[in-house]
């Protein structure tokens, strides 16, 4: 893995933000807009930038796209992302994220998803 792509994905808060959530483990869009207090577009151009990128992975699962840290990491990754763990730990808005996660109890189960889906709208 390209070790310039690694440093471009981490120079956004937003994405700095959403890997911090990943070392926790597997969520899904929901979650993030609720942690993060974010709007699901925004949500999702970070990770799909990340997941361009080979930072995340996704799998769908139902209606919700369950999103992941790479299983089998690069070297490269895997040791930005033990800096990355390191360096938030001090960080206010990255500690109020996994506060609420935490508060939240947000997991996902192995069956997927439980958020509700959201209304399909008919235009």
């Not at 956004?12 to 807009?33: A, E, K, M, S, Y």
Request: net charge positive.
């Amino acid at each position: 893995m390209d070790l310039v792509r690694i440093h471009q994905c981490l120079c956004d808060r937003t994405r700095l933000r959403i890997l911090n959530l990943l070392l926790q483990g597997p969520l899904c869009v929901c979650h993030f807009q609720e942690v993060l207090r974010e709007p699901q577009v925004k949500v999702s151009k970070h990770l799909a930038y990340l997941r361009r990128s080979g930072l995340v992975e996704a799998e769908r699962r139902g209606h919700w796209m369950i999103y992941r840290l790479p299983r089998r990491p690069a070297a490269a990754l895997r040791d930005n992302l033990a800096c990355l763990a390191k360096c938030l730990r001090g960080d206010p808005a990255c500690g109020e994220d996994l506060a609420r996660l935490a508060k939240r109890g947000l997991r996902i189960p192995p069956g997927g998803c439980t958020c509700r889906p959201r209304a399909s709208s008919s235009r």
